[in-house]
């Protein structure tokens, strides 16, 4: 089972920006897919962001669309989260997350391995 380490959270002002860092013990890019998630409080855990290690492929939630890039260093196993024009409704808990399938997944059941999470504050 694969170690993740999220960082990069923080607080910010609404417009402003973040890059959000997992690294992972053990990553294969051949055979994963990493997401982000996110948690409100009171609210539940949902998808925002996808990328397949081997090829790049990536998908994002619509509320994060235009905002948000997720990237990947396969050499430092490490997944980005880029995060641009920070809302207050972008606060939770992020949270990221590997699984072992052939397409990008927004669904929690589709992955096993999960980080501790990093707190993102937007608020002015």
């Known amino acids: 089972q694969l170690q993740l380490v999220e960082s990069g959270g923080g607080l910010v002002q609404p417009g402003g920006s973040l890059r959000l860092s997992c690294t992972g013990s053990?990553?294969?890019?051949?055979?994963?897919?990493i997401g982000w998630f996110r948690q409100a409080p009171g609210k539940e855990r949902e998808g925002v962001s996808c990328?397949?290690?081997?090829?790049?492929?990536?998908s994002y939630a619509d509320s994060v669309k235009g905002r948000f890039t997720i990237s990947r260093d396969n050499a430092k196993n490490t997944v980005y989260l880029q995060m641009n024009s920070l809302k207050p409704e972008d606060t939770g808990v992020y949270f990221c997350?590997?699984?072992?399938?052939?397409?990008?997944?927004?669904?929690?059941?589709?992955?096993?391995?999960w980080g501790q999470g990093t707190q993102v504050t937007v608020s002015s």
């Open positions: 997350a590997a699984g072992n399938l052939a397409i990008c997944s927004t669904s929690e059941g589709d992955f096993g391995s």
């Open positions: 053990g990553f294969t890019s051949d055979y994963y897919i």
């Open positions: 990328i397949k290690t081997s090829n790049g492929r990536t």
